[in-house]
Antibody, heavy 123, light 111 residues
Framework: EVQLVESGGGLVQPGRSLRLSCAASGFTFDDYAMHWVRQAPGKGLEWVSG????????AYRDSVRGRFTISRDNVKNSLYLQMNSLTAEDTALYYCAKAWGESVAGSSWFDPWGQGTLVTVSS | QSVLTQPPSVSGAPGQRVTISCTGSSSNIGAGYDVHWYQQLPGAAPKLLIYDNSNRPSGVPDRFSGSQSVTSASLDITGLQAEDEADYYCQSFDNSLSGSVFGGGTKLTVL
């Protein structure tokens, strides 16, 4: 069974950092691109970042570029999101999701999704 | 303001049909990028419902169908059931943003 389990969320003060992790199992991790998608409380889904199978191609939404860094470890079957200079607007449930293909370019669907890890930015 | 536009809510009685629209532009759906649909039940993670405009993953009932035309896409749900009450999101790729984009989501209420 394909499974994605996020961790690392929590309460953090504005301006501080947090690192999210996503442990993958049940599939050949290095065959697929991976993504982070977030959902603010009571709001819709918002794509955050994606990384290709070999980390050769990485993409970010404008509002996090320069503050967030996505990475992966294909030996540990893990995806990461380093989040710096956090603001209240980053408060959300962060999901990791497996893409259909290897690349972050083009329209790939996300399946499955993890259960998410909650990040709350507040003083 | 989402790049893909969906109606905030739709509703229908059990057994009826509803359609959820997803309107994009020339940099996403109109550029030929496929549209995917997700169902998010209350308190749960999103689940893939339709991929590549009109394809259903294994296990998704054929009551759910998708279509795409020029700069928009649609999700049709026939034979509405109480268990269909959820939020529905469309997703595609935008070449001006160089990333994936979602619609704002549509809340389906089964009356």
């Amino acid at each position: 069974e394909v499974q994605l389990v996020e961790s690392g969320g929590g309460l953090v003060q504005p301006g501080r950092s947090l690192r999210l992790s996503c442990a993958a199992s049940g599939f050949t991790f290095d065959d697929y691109a991976m993504h982070w998608v977030r959902q603010a409380p009571g709001k819709g889904l918002e794509w955050v970042s994606g990384i290709s199978w070999n980390s050769g191609s990485i993409a970010y939404r404008d509002s996090v570029r320069g503050r967030f860094t996505i990475s992966r470890d294909n030996v540990k079957n893990s995806l990461y999101l380093q989040m710096n200079s956090l603001t209240a607007e980053d408060t959300a449930l962060y999901y990791c999701a497996k893409a259909w293909g290897e690349s972050v370019a083009g329209s790939s669907w996300f399946d499955p999704w993890g259960q998410g890890t909650l990040v709350t930015v507040s003083s | 303001q989402s790049v893909l536009t969906q109606p905030p809510s739709v509703s229908g009685a059990p057994g009826q049909r509803v359609t959820i629209s997803c309107t994009g532009s020339s940099s996403n759906i109109g550029a030929g990028y496929d549209v995917h649909w997700y169902q998010q039940l209350p308190g749960a993670a999103p689940k893939l419902l339709i991929y590549d405009n009109s394809n259903r993953p294994s296990g998704v009932p054929d009551r759910f169908s998708g279509s795409q035309s020029v700069t928009s896409a649609s999700l049709d749900i026939t034979g509405l059931q109480a268990e269909d009450e959820a939020d529905y999101y469309c997703q595609s790729f935008d070449n001006s943003l160089s990333g994936s984009v979602f619609g704002g989501g549509t809340k389906l209420t089964v009356l």
